[in-house]
Nanobody
Framework: QVQVVESGGGLAQAGGSLRLSCVASGRTRSNLALAWYRQCPGKEREFVVASHWTGVPTDYADFAKGRFTISRGNARNTVFLQMDNLTPEDTAVYFC?????????????????WGRGTQVTVSS
């Protein structure tokens, strides 16, 4: 069994930054793809960014391009989400998701392991 745990959420002001972390543990495998999703208040969970199991390539949602950056740690079971120039519309619970496969995917249904999420609140 693989588990993922997110951390790093909190409160930020508009224009500020936050860095989220996700650590996968358990029976992790080398081809572990990791992604971030978020659920804004009153909305469906949506894709933010995905990372190939090697770290490259990556795939970003349009709203994340140029502001958010995903990176893998030296231990490939760790992924970070650097979020810059935050806006109140980025307020959401951010979820880390994992799947074992060799190709890059942004499809929610491909991800089989989900964390409990970390709250990000951006004030105006």
């Amino acid at each position: 069994q693989v588990q993922v745990v997110e951390s790093g959420g909190g409160l930020a002001q508009a224009g500020g930054s936050l860095r989220l972390s996700c650590v996968a543990s358990g029976r992790t495998r080398s081809n572990l793809a990791l992604a971030w999703y978020r659920q804004c208040p009153g909305k469906e969970r949506e894709f933010v960014v995905a990372s190939h199991w090697t770290g490259v390539p990556t795939d970003y949602a349009d709203f994340a391009k140029g502001r958010f950056t995903i990176s893998r740690g030296n231990a490939r079971n760790t992924v970070f989400l650097q979020m810059d120039n935050l806006t109140p519309e980025d307020t959401a619970v951010y979820f880390c998701a994992a799947t074992v496969q060799y190709h890059l995917t942004s499809s929610r249904s491909d991800y089989t392991v989900w964390g409990r999420g970390t709250q990000v609140t951006v004030s105006s």
